[in-house]
T-cell receptor, first 111, second 117 residues
Framework: SQELEQSPQSLIVQEGKNLTINCTSS?????LYWYKQKYGEGLIFLMM?????EEKSHEKITAKLDEKKQQSSLHITASQPSHAGIYLC???????????FGPGTRLSVLP | GAGVSQSPRYKVAKRGQDVALRCDPI?????LFWYQQALGQGPEFLTY????????KSGLPSDRFFAERPEGSVSTLKIQRTQQEDSAVYLC???????????????FGDGTRLSIL
């Protein structure tokens, strides 16, 4: 069972459009990680957030963690076909080595 | 290469056969994780090693699953008497730090896609 929820489950956007993916936990998160996965490949690390209210950006991708550290969003500006893939949020439970992932959001970007 | 390497990339086995999946972590990485990813789902934690010690195996679905990392580097995930529900992608990840909750992300291999007929 997944302890992290993601929305939407899938997303199709036209190239150049902005989009947001959300990740929600019922418990306070110690650390929140965003990964991207292409079909048949492993996970590529995007960003990590640890502090409430933290925001990080890399190229056209911005990730935020809310003050309560229970919700994170990933925003892509001016999407490109290269952004297509599955976006996964993952989190430390904070009390051990167990790590959980959300179910993923499948993004398609139409040229 | 310098990344996490997994082999084989694809494995097809008949139900009841035993399989062994290999993970070569990044050199010097202390932590090693195994995950199972079913189609259309996020990875699910299986087990964690700190060097050669298996500190957490709470995610292993049954006693048919066994993992080892005898010298603290290469790890093998073995599945005995495979069942169809074992079909999934098995991902290995490594990290340079001792604990997962740190400012260091896990580095993932490309996974082994296991199909049980």
């Amino acid at each position: 069972s997944q302890e992290l929820e993601q929305s939407p489950q899938s997303l199709i956007v036209q190239e150049g459009k902005n989009l947001t993916i959300n990740c929600t936990s019922s418990k306070t998160l110690y650390g929140l990680y965003w990964y991207k996965q292409k079909y048949g490949e492993g996970l590529i690390f995007l960003m990590m957030l640890q502090k409430g209210g933290e925001e990080k950006s890399h190229e056209k991708i911005t990730a935020k963690l809310d003050e309560k550290k229970q919700q994170s969003s990933l925003h892509i500006t001016a999407s490109q076909p290269s952004h297509a893939g599955i976006y996964l949020c993952g989190a430390d439970k904070g009390y051990g080595q167990n790590f959980v992932f959300g179910p993923g959001t499948r993004l398609s970007v139409l040229p | 290469g310098a990344g996490v390497s997994q082999s084989p990339r694809y494995k097809v086995a008949k139900r009841g056969q035993d399989v062994a999946l290999r993970c070569d972590p990044i050199s010097g990485h202390v932590s090693l994780f195994w995950y199972q990813q079913a189609l259309g789902q996020g990875p699910e934690f299986l087990t964690y090693f700190q060097n050669e010690a298996q500190l957490d195996k709470s995610g292993l679905p049954s006693d048919r699953f066994f993992a080892e990392r005898p010298e603290g580097s290469v790890s093998t995930l073995k599945i005995q008497r495979t069942q169809q529900e074992d079909s999934a992608v098995y991902l290995c990840a490594s990290s340079p730090v001792v604990l997962s909750h740190s400012n260091q992300p896990q580095h993932f291999g490309d996974g082994t896609r296991l199909s049980i007929l």
